[in-house]
Structures are given as structure tokens and as C-alpha cells.
């Protein structure tokens, strides 16, 4: 293990995603391998406890049982390869962010597109508790839910559940108050085609770097910055790679858990059911997911500026250059997208 991928393990964080693959027939336990690049001590790292505690007290009393095996720290590979492995069935549960299962669904990159959700969060109530909640929730949750599974299915996945990455900014080591300030800047970017164009649009040049290697990267200088959120970027030690911080929010991103569905289509249904739960399960599971991110926000801010990290909120009239000039973005994703691409992409804007 190098030195970057062994303090990435201690460090990092992203949105959960399970691997493994089942026992034999003659096996009384089917173990999934648990693989994220979340370490022990973040929201995700939580869910995956309370999932692990959930399959295995749900199938206690029966003849089999389900049990989840966890790796930390992307022991089992970066997303968009554990991704890879799901779509194939050689691992039966992948649970991370929408770009990398963009990888094998290009559909779903619309989801991210810049700019398209707003950062304003509400307090709603839900049942009987009080959820911190933005408008890309409810459009996730209910409006292009199905479409989501539909795209999902035929690609080769069943959905689970939705998770949090959050909004995404940008960690930079220089500093950023307008939008030229970005022009030519080498700028780490997720290995999705809606993020590399999102930085051209920008003006940066973007270089798609796995996450167990963006902190060498900017301390060798390969790069100059990244995106992403403010957790994500504590957990996985990058805020020690930068000196500023822009409140950009330019790119919501959700996580999601789904199953192989090679792996779903042999299970029993009775397990099925365990594994996927209820529909008030996934709710609760989604929504709790949600506000343990997002209740940090605050807190993580005030971090970077204890750690001498320099937090620039962009005026409103800057956010609005910087969304007029990632419609760029919008539009080379248009271009290429298929049709039922194009369909949710336009289910989400009708609904905003």
C-alpha cells in the first residue's frame, strides 16, 4: 500500500458503496463484501453499521442468513471499478456517488449537471421527525424515482436506496473570487463526462485522478484544486492539500446503493425483501443518510477556517456567472445523451 492510498484510508470519505459476492448454495450465510472508501467515523461509515446490524438481525431466525463483510478505506477498489464489477455481478452491492455509476448508466449524468438543483434548505417535518431537506429531494424521491430504477434495471442494477454526497465547492490552492480566476487552472475532476465538462465550461482544465491519489496530486502540484464537499474533503485529509475554499455549491450530488442484478434475480424473495426493506426502511434510511451530512455543514466550514484555510462565498452576481457559463455543460450532455437521458433531464427541469 503507498503512502497516499494508506492515509486515504485513515481519511477518506464518500458516499458508502457495498461489494461482495454470496456464499455457496450449501452455505447457511450468503456474506457480501462491504467495500467503501469511507473510514470508520463518517455518516457513512455509520450506515454501514446500521445496515450490517439490520440484515443480520432481520434473518437471525432463519435458514439463511445475510451478512455484510466491511473493507474501509477503498481496499476493494475506487468506485467507478467496483461499479464495473456490480454491473458484471461479480460483486453484488455498489453504493456510492451517481457520477460513478454514470460509468455504466451515462443517463444519470444529467443528475449532476452544475447549477441544477438550488443549495436552500428547509426544516420539514416527515412523520415525527424534523428533516433538513433541498429541492432536489423531493424530485429524486418521487418525481424521476421510477425513471431512476427503470434506467437502473436495464442496465443491470437494482435500486436500493439514495445516499448523500452533498453539494460540491471547490478546494483550491490559490485563491477564487470570479470566474476568470479558474481559466487554464489544472483542476482535479471525478471521472464522469458531466465533470470534466463542467471545469472546461469553467475555463479550468480538468484531470480525472482516482480519490485515493488527489492529496499527492496537489501536494506535488499535478493539480490545483478539486471539487468537492466540505466533508468529503476533511475525511479524505485533501484540506491539507490546499490553502482556499469556495462556497461555489456548483454540483448537488447524491449517492446511491444498488444491487447486481444478476446477484437480485437468483436471491430468494423472502431476502430480497430483507435486503431492500421497506418502503418506510428506505425512506427513513434515505432521509437519516441526509441530515447527518448535512447537519456538519456548518461546523466543517468553521474548520477550514481554524485550519488557516481561506473561505470565500461567491456574490450572488458571481454564482450567477459561474451557472451562465456551466451551461455549457448542460448542453454537450444534451447532445450526447439518449433519449430516456433526455426524458429525465426534463422531468427534473419541468419539476423545478
Not at 461509515?45 to 439463511?64: F, G, H, N
Not at 466550514?301 to 470565500?312: A, L
Not at 450567477?320 to 422531468?347: C, I, M, N, P, Q
Request: aromatic share 8%.
Amino acid at each position: 500500500m503507498t503512502p497516499t492510498r494508506r492515509r486515504f484510508v485513515q481519511g477518506a470519505a464518500i458516499a458508502p458503496f457495498f461489494i461482495g459476492r454470496s456464499a455457496s448454495a450449501d452455505d447457511s450465510t450468503i456474506v457480501m463484501k462491504l467495500a467503501t472508501v469511507a473510514p470508520p467515523g463518517t455518516p457513512w461509515a455509520s450506515q454501514i453499521k446500521k445496515l450490517k446490524r439490520k440484515l443480520a438481525e432481520s434473518t437471525k431466525d432463519l435458514p439463511v442468513k445475510l451478512k455484510l463483510k466491511a473493507w474501509l478505506g477503498g481496499g476493494l477498489g475506487d468506485e467507478i471499478q467496483t461499479a464495473e464489477a456490480c454491473k458484471r455481478g461479480a460483486v453484488q452491492i455498489f453504493a456510492g456517488s451517481i457520477g460513478a455509476l454514470a460509468s455504466a448508466v451515462p443517463e444519470l449524468e444529467g443528475i449532476e449537471l452544475p447549477y441544477l438543483f438550488s443549495s436552500a434548505q428547509q426544516r420539514v417535518k416527515i412523520g415525527d421527525k424534523t428533516h433538513i431537506t433541498i429541492n432536489a429531494d423531493k424530485i429524486l424521491d418521487e418525481i424521476v424515482h421510477e425513471r431512476m430504477e427503470q434506467l437502473l434495471w436495464k442496465a443491470g442494477f437494482k435500486l436500493m436506496f439514495l445516499a448523500e454526497n452533498g453539494l460540491r465547492s471547490i478546494g483550491s490552492t490559490f485563491p477564487i473570487t470570479k470566474l476568470a480566476d479558474l481559466k487554464g487552472r489544472k483542476m482535479r475532476s471525478q471521472e464522469a463526462q458531466t465533470h470534466l465538462d463542467t471545469w472546461r465550461a469553467l475555463g479550468a482544465s480538468p484531470v480525472p485522478i482516482a480519490v485515493t491519489e488527489v492529496l499527492s496530486s496537489l501536494q506535488t502540484g499535478v493539480v490545483d484544486g478539486f471539487d468537492n464537499t466540505p466533508l468529503f474533503a476533511f475525511a479524505a485529509s485533501w484540506h491539507m492539500g490546499i490553502g482556499h475554499y469556495t462556497l461555489s455549491e456548483h454540483i448537488y450530488q447524491p449517492g446511491v446503493a444498488v444491487a447486481s442484478r444478476k446477484f437480485w434475480d437468483k436471491l430468494d424473495p423472502a431476502l430480497q425483501a430483507i435486503l431492500i426493506g421497506s418502503e418506510e426502511e428506505k425512506r427513513d434510511f434515505t432521509l437519516d443518510g441526509r441530515d447527518a451530512v448535512r447537519r456538519m455543514g456548518p461546523q466543517l466550514i468553521e474548520n477550514f477556517k481554524t485550519s488557516g484555510i481561506t473561505v470565500t462565498e461567491l456574490s450572488a452576481l458571481e454564482k450567477t456567472t459561474f451557472a451562465g457559463a456551466a451551461v455549457k455543460a448542460h448542453d454537450a450532455f444534451a447532445k450526447r445523451t439518449t433519449s430516456e437521458g433526455k426524458a429525465l433531464l426534463k422531468a427534473i427541469k419541468d419539476a423545478l
